[in-house]
């Protein structure tokens, strides 16, 4: 089906396509807005200590009976070898009110040992300080994969291919940013890891493609255009990208299930976005990327000759 694919030919229609989907998840999210959750938000972290069983839904109800908005997460102090209850709050609680929420927990739960581990304030000011930070290293990364790219394929315009590699990564952060907003989860630390995945997944997918457009470029010189190349180049790397997508894409997917049924809400914000983070990058890699950047050395190209 790909033999004859011109993929260069389409590439209008691709950033058309990949333009509709950024504009329907802006709209999105001037309608939806975005939650920011407590590490960036600022509020209240509590960690209460407990023995035997709890289920994760129980102590989300115990918890939510005191503060509808609490995030709760069952985890694990592997050092200390502690089961416990973690809390989030948006809110500052006062003494008196965390004394009350885990008299609260006592309650529903009198067998189990309740005991406070460990509870911190975060101020929204450090909150935010902490999100602009995270934000700087998303851009750094973007930037140092920029100039590896424009480094490792200088020979056939590194920094065109470079710049169009960092419009393709924006598209697929977007991607995965628009995926918090739809689904309503609260942009938290997760989505960093989610970013910085996607980064080098994409990244790694679009330099398979430039690798075999040089390699191409090498045996067959001038003799063929610049886009029939790119076409060929593609196609020699479409069904080795999309199988190794749909690899990944499967493997996250029974992550994101097995999550979703166990509760476990801190996962189902890594692998959700992380699924279609992946999609968007099998589609910017393949679709975008490698085509615009063709169209911009044709152009150059053109305006070369003209000059001339």
């Avoid at 502690?82 to 929420?101: F, G, N, P, R």
């Avoid at 315009?157 to 989860?185: C, E, K």
């Avoid at 886009?227 to 997917?253: G, K, Y």
Wanted: proline share 2%.
């Amino acid at each position: 089906m790909m033999n004859n694919f011109d993929f260069v030919g389409r590439r209008k229609l691709f950033a058309l396509i990949s333009a509709g989907i950024l504009v329907v998840g802006l709209l999105l999210n001037l309608i939806l807005g975005v939650e920011l959750d407590v590490s960036f938000k600022g509020g209240t972290m509590l960690k209460i200590s407990y023995t035997g069983t709890i289920e994760e839904k129980a102590a989300e109800a115990a918890v939510t009976a005191q503060y509808s908005k609490a995030d709760v997460q069952l985890t694990t102090n592997d050092l200390a070898n502690t089961q416990l209850i973690t809390v989030y709050l948006t809110d500052k609680l006062s003494v008196e009110e965390k004394t009350a929420l885990i008299d609260a927990v006592q309650k529903a739960f009198p067998d189990n040992g309740i005991k406070e581990e460990e509870s911190s304030l975060l101020s929204p000011s450090m909150g935010s300080l902490f999100f602009i930070k995270c934000l700087v290293a998303v851009a750094l990364a973007g930037i140092l994969l920029t100039l590896y790219v424009a480094l490792r394929f200088r020979r056939i315009g590194g920094w065109t291919a470079g710049v169009m590699a960092l419009v393709a990564l924006l598209n697929d952060i977007l991607v995965a940013y628009f995926i918090f907003v739809i689904f309503r989860i609260p942009l938290n630390d997760n989505f960093v890891a989610v970013v910085l995945s996607i980064l080098g997944y994409s990244l790694n997918a679009t330099i398979v493609i430039y690798d075999r457009i040089r390699e191409n470029r090498r045996k067959l010189g001038v003799k063929m255009p610049l886009e029939d190349v790119v076409n060929l180049s593609i196609r020699q790397s479409f069904t080795r990208s999309m199988n190794t997508s749909l690899c990944v894409f499967i493997a996250i997917a029974v992550v994101a299930v097995m999550a979703m049924a166990m509760g476990m809400d801190s996962i189902v914000s890594f692998a959700l976005p992380m699924m279609f983070g992946v999609l968007s990058g099998f589609y910017t890699s393949t679709f975008l990327c490698a085509p615009l950047w063709t169209g911009w050395q044709l152009r150059r190209h053109k305006k070369a000759a003209a000059q001339a």
